[in-house]
């Protein structure tokens, strides 16, 4: 069974750091690009940040460059977001997503929740 | 960035009934247009890719229509399971970005 499983997610301060990860099982992980996708409480989803196959290419959402950086460990199937100066409306529920060549987003993970309060 | 739109925004129907959602995107997107089914607590699931192709597994009741700046979600007929929220997402140029998405409850 292919399958995404997030972890990671916390309550955090703002001004803070997280670290996501996502566990890639049941399909060849380095053959996909992998994207980050979220949920703010209430709203819709917001694409956050994608890497190509083997970690060369990276793309953000305005609202997270320069804070947020996604990685990818090929040799461990897992996929990365590294998340600095966290604010408020950074709290959301965090999907690991695959992605098809035209970039639909076929494999969701089952998301982990960051909540950024003091 | 693209933005899009979807309307309406939340509709109400009856087990059985031809429901039709609509989405536009604020410039041409040739047909990176896709559809996903979310219900609460869950993952999102994909159900139609590049506007028109039915993603494996996904019943037939459901299909894709459309090109460049307008596309359309049909389900032929509504089933239980189908009481969810839709949203589009277009994957022409990133960001890739969704519409607000419409929630679909029983009348």
Known sequence: EMQL??????????????????????FTFSSYWMHWVRQTPGKGLVW???????????????????????????SKNTLYLQMNSLRGEDAAVYYCVRSLTARAFDIWGQGTMVTVSS | DIQMTQSPSSLSASVGDRVTITCRASQSISTYLNWYQHKPGKAPE?????TS??????PSRFSGS???TDFTLTISSLQPEDFA??????????????????KVDIK
């Open chain 2, 66 to 68: 459309g090109s460049g």
């Open chain 1, 48 to 74: 956050v940040s994608r890497i190509n196959t083997d970690g060369s290419v990276t793309t953000c959402a305005d609202s997270v460059k320069g804070r947020f950086t996604i990685s990818r460990d090929n």
């Open chain 2, 85 to 102: 929220t839709y949203y589009c997402q277009q994957s022409y140029i990133a960001p890739l970005t969704f519409g607000p998405g419409t």
């Open chain 2, 53 to 58: 192709s039915l993603q494996s597994g996904v």
């Open chain 1, 5 to 26: 499983v997030e972890s990671g997610g916390n309550l955090v301060q703002p001004g803070g750091s997280l670290r996501l990860s996502c566990a890639a099982s049941g």
């Open chain 2, 46 to 50: 994909l159900l139609i890719y590049v």
